[in-house]
Each structure stands twice: as structure tokens, then as C-alpha cells.
């Protein structure tokens, strides 16, 4: 597993499939802030919540200058119900090698009621214009996300 990102780190560049199935670079969103959001599985509860939260706060995140970039290790075809699903508005992309959620740190050991397995650490990098970490948090709750990200990024005075 790749150590976890911190501030002033050069974020890892990566082309995934968007849930249209088009490619999506973090490359083409140099000059502009980026939140990268790592979560477990589409159209779960947790991840449905973390998901409408993002979709709702959308407008003042790029208002401040923040675009939100949702990645999971689901296919394509999963990621595309649940935009439908939950009317989202920002980019899902399908790392189904979990190459990208490694090289973020974003893949790793978990624990879940005494069993331990690999799987996605739900977490969250924010990326600043020039391609380096300005934010990295692991093992984020899926709930009261978006409003603890807001105020670190201190958008909510």
C-alpha cells in the first residue's frame, strides 16, 4: 500500500472512465482546485448519503472554486445508475483495478465486526491548481462529511 498524501505532495495523475463512459484526467483539472472523494460502493446507504451531500453543496464548492470528483471500484455501468439514482451532478469514475485508490493510499486493511479485509478507506484529497495535495483525509464518515470538509477548507465563516 502507498503512504498516505499530505499537504505539498504532487498528487498522482490518473485517466479513469467517467460513469459515461468517457475518459476523465485529473490533468485537465490543473488551474482549478479538485476534491478527489474515494468511496466504498455505489448505491449503498452510506455512500448514497456522502454522494447527496457532495451533489448539494455542489454549487457553492465551485462558487469557491472546488470541483468534486467521486471515485469508487465500481464498473462503469453501476456508477451510471447511481448518478441516475441520486440525480448527481459531478463526475463518478470506475477504478475497478483500484490502481488509483492505491497510489492514493485510498486502498488498504479494514476492519469491519472483528473480520479484517482489503477494501476502499473512504477518504478525500483535495488537490490544489498546481497539482499538489492541499488536503488529505482517511478514514473519513460517510455522514457530516462534506460540512467537516467545508470548514476545514474554511468556505463556511
Known amino acids: 500500500m502507498a503512504e498516505r498524501l499530505a499537504a505539498g505532495d504532487t498528487a498522482p495523475d490518473f485517466t479513469l ?41 455542489l454549487a457553492s ?10 471515485v469508487s471500484p465500481d464498473p462503469v455501468e453501476d456508477l451510471a445508475k447511481f448518478v ?15 490502481q488509483v485508490a492505491d497510489a492514493y493510499a485510498a486502498w488498504g486493511e479494514k476492519k469491519n465486526y472483528g473480520r479484517t479485509y482489503e477494501g476502499l478507506i473512504r477518504s478525500t484529497i483535495v488537490v490544489d491548481p498546481d497539482g499538489k495535495v492541499a488536503l488529505a483525509q482517511y478514514n473519513v464518515r460517510a455522514t457530516g462529511h462534506v460540512a ?6 474554511k468556505l463556511d465563516k
Open 17 to 57: 472512465k467517467d460513469h459515461t463512459g468517457h475518459d476523465v484526467s485529473l490533468a485537465s483539472y490543473r488551474g482549478r482546485s479538485t476534491v478527489v472523494y474515494f468511496y466504498p460502493a455505489a448505491s449503498t446507504p452510506a455512500c448514497a448519503k456522502q454522494a447527496c451531500d457532495f451533489r448539494d453543496s
Open 61 to 70: 464548492l465551485q462558487a469557491a472554486g472546488y470541483e468534486v470528483i467521486g
Open 84 to 98: 441516475v439514482e441520486e440525480s448527481l451532478t459531478f463526475p463518478l469514475l470506475s477504478d475497478e483495478g483500484h
Open 148 to 153: 467537516k470538509l467545508r470548514r476545514d477548507l
